[in-house]
């Protein structure tokens, strides 16, 4: 069983960064890697694609809107992922989750295990 936890979060000015981490707290094998993503949650919408990782590392997706400012990154030998934000915007205020699956299309909300969530506050 997948237990992901997030840790990162926090008040940011504008134009300001941070990291955050999201890692499986069980141990695997390597059998059991997954595609990772982050998505993001404001009040009264959707869970919305952020960026994702596959299993090994090797390819990665991300939103437009996050493009140029945000990296994804993983350990490969762990279901452990990162999100490097740089640069963030008010409109990039949400909780953020991580997510874990073997999943055909790594942009939708299908992913069977899910963080808890961490809040990202971007202050003008």
């Known amino acids: 069983q997948v237990q992901l936890v997030e840790s990162g979060g926090g008040l940011v000015q504008v134009g300001g960064s941070l990291k955050l981490s999201c890692a499986d707290s069980t141990p695997i094998s390597e059998g059991d890697l997954y595609d990772m993503a982050w998505f993001r949650q404001v009040p009264g919408k959707g869970r919305e694609f952020v960026a994702a990782?596959?299993?090994?590392?090797?390819?990665?997706w991300y939103a437009d809107f996050v493009k140029g400012r945000f990296t994804i990154s993983r350990d490969s030998a762990r279901n452990t992922v990162f999100l490097q934000m740089n640069s963030l915007k008010p409109e990039d205020t949400a909780v953020y989750y991580c997510?874990?699956?073997?999943?055909?299309?790594?942009?939708?909300?299908?992913?069977?295990?899910w963080g808890q969530g961490t809040q990202v506050t971007v202050s003008s």
């Open positions: 997510a874990a699956d073997a999943i055909r299309n790594v942009k939708l909300p299908e992913y069977n295990y």
């Open positions: 990782i596959t299993e090994h590392g090797l390819g990665t």
